[in-house]
């Protein structure tokens, strides 16, 4: 698995600017969050990426706006921002530099003279100037950096498997269509039986109808011959593949051929990143590619679905086999946020008499919540930090760590729910009971003076993916 340094670091500017047309200066804000995959070394030059929020007085209030940042302060003597955002209805571009002056150093790299300019306009929109006000806005700065590590999540796609006996290994995905809102799950499973039997590998695909109009359309594919080593890239069985950037095959009705596109996004390990790399715990789940999206087609008999850039997401387990309990949460909350659950009851003597142990992550503004490994599901004193009462048609996730908390509500109906039975690798059976167009209810709070404060609250009408099993 390769791994590299990244940075991360938030900044806040204010200034005005002068829009064509108008005899008087509107007061701007500009609050950003820049990523870059490389460290931040004052004598290079590093691109990163920005997002943030964007406000002109009483023109524009833009909180998804995204760009490119180039640092570059001995190399060219600059700092180079581009940042596009909604004005008045239509894309507009902010393009400034701050020009890094040695007899002036403060003052030039504080100090951002900008353009703006809509598409199709060869007059510029308006001009300004942005500060950074270091009295109330250095110590924040300076405290948002970080130097996250950086994996490569091409890496996470490859099969763990090292030939034991016992052992269990899946690539999943799940998807929304964003036209109709049809749910999409596709399954593949490596297994080794526990009696040292030849491993197989087999899975399903599944089409989820929108509001549970109409039936869940399901089939499997498989047993088929696994053969380690054949493809280091992810799962290939036969005809049916799941590798980066391309997941394709057939099951009875259902072929589906599509692209994955991960973008940038680092992956989301909801168990402790330690986990996955040193299989030491009953299972792991790590999530390659928690923000993607897919494009192509799924088709059932006649009919095909086309997906455009349909948002959802790439997971992996490996381990011994199901838990005795478990619940599965994953959630684009929108705006580069995502929350991704799992609460386990596991098999193993004496973990089996303890309630669900709870696995989240929080990844909201760039940044993965909580942190701490295994502290967040275990607590202080071994129980109860984060707890699940699992259970259909609802299931919930509570918890805190540090001075947030949160609270999540999963619904799953009886109407857009699959039930599939399938078996571990000592042969035991287990259910679990999936829905691609489940309902969720996010809270998330913040400890201030004493009391909690809503931080950020989500609501997710059709589009949370979620599954509750049993044995």
């Given amino acids: 698995m390769s791994a590299g340094r990244g940075t991360v670091f938030a900044e806040t500017m204010t200034g005005t600017v002068r829009l064509r047309g108008e005899d008087r200066e509107r007061p701007v804000r500009m609050e950003l969050t820049a990523r870059s995959d490389t460290p931040l070394l004052p004598h290079r030059t590093t691109t990163a990426r920005i997002a943030g929020r964007l406000r002109i007085a009483g023109r524009a209030d833009d909180a998804a706006a995204t760009g490119t940042l180039e640092v570059s302060p001995l190399a060219r003597r600059r700092i180079h921002y581009r940042l596009e955002f909604e004005l008045d209805g239509a894309r507009c ?3 400034g530099w701050k020009s890094v002056t040695p007899r002036r150093p403060l003052a030039s790299m504080t100090t951002l003279p900008f353009t703006l300019t809509t598409e199709g306009d060869r007059e510029p929109a ?8 270091t009295a109330r806005s250095l110590a924040p700065f300076l405290a948002s950096f970080r130097f996250p590590r950086r994996d490569d ?16 290994e899946v690539w999943y ?9 049809t749910g999409l799950w596709l399954h593949h499973e490596l297994v080794a039986p526990a009696d040292g039997s030849p491993a197989f590998a087999h899975g399903w695909a599944a089409l989820f109808p ?15 011959p696994w053969h380690p080593g054949a493809d280091a890239g992810g799962f290939t069985a036969g005809e049916i593949e799941a590798v980066p950037g391309l997941l394709r095959g057939t099951a009875g009705p259902l072929a589906w051929d599509l692209t994955e596109d991960a973008g940038t996004e680092q992956p989301l390990y909801t168990f402790p990143r330690w986990s996955w790399r040193h299989p030491l715990l009953p299972a792991a789940q790590i999530v390659p590619s928690p923000r993607a999206h897919y494009t192509g087609t799924v088709r059932n008999g006649s009919s095909e679905l086309a997906l455009r850039a349909a948002p959802g997401a790439s997971a992996r387990i490996y381990g011994h086999g199901n838990a005795r309990r478990w619940a599965w949460l994953h959630a684009d909350l929108g705006g580069g946020d995502v929350l991704e659950i799992v609460a386990a009851v596991s098999t193993r003597p004496g973990l089996d008499r303890l309630p669900p142990l709870v696995f989240l992550r929080l990844r909201k503004d760039g940044r993965d919540w909580p942190r701490g490994g ?7 004193a071994g129980l109860g930090r984060f707890t699940a009462e699992i259970g259909l048609p609802r299931w919930t996730v509570t918890g805190r760590a540090g001075r947030r908390r949160i609270s999540v509500r999963v619904d799953q109906p009886e109407e857009r729910t699959l039930a599939l039975d399938y078996a571990d690798p000592d042969g035991s059976p287990a259910v679990c ?5 489940a309902d969720a209810r996010v809270l998330l709070e913040r400890r201030h003076r004493g009391g909690w404060r809503t931080e950020a609250e989500w609501t997710l009408r059709g589009t949370a993916h979620a599954e509750v099993g049993d044995r």
Avoid: I, M, Y
């Avoid at 308006?126 to 006000?133: A, E, N, Q, V």
């Avoid at 549970?212 to 047993?223: Q, T």
């Fill in 173 to 181: 995905t799940t998807a929304t269509d964003p036209a109709t809102g």
């Fill in 153 to 168: 999540p091409r890496a996470q796609w490859a099969p763990r498997w090292d030939g034991a006996a016992g052992r269990t």
């Fill in 374 to 380: 295994l502290r967040p599901a275990l607590g202080r």
């Fill in 433 to 437: 009971r999936n829905s691609e167009t």
């Fill in 210 to 224: 929108p509001d549970g109009k109409g039936p869940v359309e399901h089939a499997r594919f498989g047993p088929l």
């Fill in 93 to 95: 571009l902010l393009e």
């Fill in 126 to 133: 308006g001009t300004g100037t942005l500060r950074f006000r």
